[in-house]
T-cell receptor, first 118, second 111 residues
Framework: DTGVSQDPRHKITKRGQNVTFRCDPI?????LYWYRQTLGQGPEFLTY????????KSRLLSDRFSAERPKGSFSTLEIQRTEQGDSAMYLC????????????????FGQGTRLTVV | AQSVTQLGSHVSVSEGALVLLRCNYS??????LFWYVQYPNQGLQLLLK??????LVKGINGFEAEFKKSETSFHLTKPSAHMSDAAEYFC?????????FGTGTRLQVTL
């Protein structure tokens, strides 16, 4: 499968625990996005990377959240001291750019990681 | 800034009937517009997109959408609904490198 891969697909954790999610983008896609989707809502932008550089963070991304893309390939999203309000689907997407423009102008999404905080 | 409004959080149609899902957008720059479909506990799959050029765009599974700049709309249609079309549909606008999504429309298809 050459699509965007996310791991795990489901995560149940107790409030206060830390969790980490992984995203493997499509090979050669240099741009990687994280979105959060709560029940009954559309996805909301969290952050994105161009190669290994994190270029933008939403104000939704509190200081308990951190994302990395250390070698410009896979990315991790960590949530520290989880709260019940963090329960959501976390979606990763990737795209490819050509110069300053996105070559295909579309982002390809993974299956998501569903987080439940109890 | 950009935003998307999807009118109708739930739409129900009979199998074989016309599907019409409404989307209006606002954008401070010329927009790229997208429709995505999401099945339960799945990620998003691209149905179609408008970037430049022809304002009527065709996508997968028989869906199409028309970009109307004067109405700031990008409504999604399909002439004949199939049971397999039952899903959540999201309209999105891309500007300044990120997608902004609407709240989604759940399409129900009945026999």
């Amino acid at each position: 499968d050459t699509g965007v891969s996310q791991d795990p697909r489901h995560k149940i954790t107790k409030r206060g625990q830390n969790v980490t999610f992984r995203c493997d983008p499509i090979s050669e896609h240099n741009r990687l996005y994280w979105y959060r989707q709560t029940l009954g809502q559309g996805p909301e932008f969290l952050t994105y990377f161009q190669n290994e550089a994190q270029l933008e963070k939403s104000r939704l991304l509190s200081d308990r959240f951190s994302a990395e893309r250390p070698k410009g390939s896979f990315s991790t999203l960590e949530i520290q001291r989880t709260e019940q309000g963090d329960s959501a689907m976390y979606l990763c997407a990737s795209s490819v750019t050509q110069g300053a423009r996105e070559k295909n102008t579309e982002a390809f999404f993974g299956q998501g990681t569903r987080l439940t905080v109890v | 800034a950009q935003s998307v409004t999807q009118l109708g959080s739930h739409v129900s149609v009979s199998e074989g009937a016309l599907v019409l899902l409404r989307c209006n957008y606002s954008s401070s720059v010329p927009p790229y517009l997208f429709w995505y479909v999401q099945y339960p506990n799945q990620g998003l799959q691209l149905l179609l997109k408008y970037t430049t050029g022809a304002t009527l765009v065709k996508g997968i599974n028989g869906f199409e959408a028309e970009f109307k700049k004067s109405e700031t709309s990008f409504h999604l249609t399909k002439p004949s609904a199939h049971m397999s079309d039952a899903a959540e549909y999201f309209c999105a606008v891309r500007a300044l490198r990120k997608l902004t999504f609407g709240t989604g429309t759940r399409l129900q298809v009945t026999l």
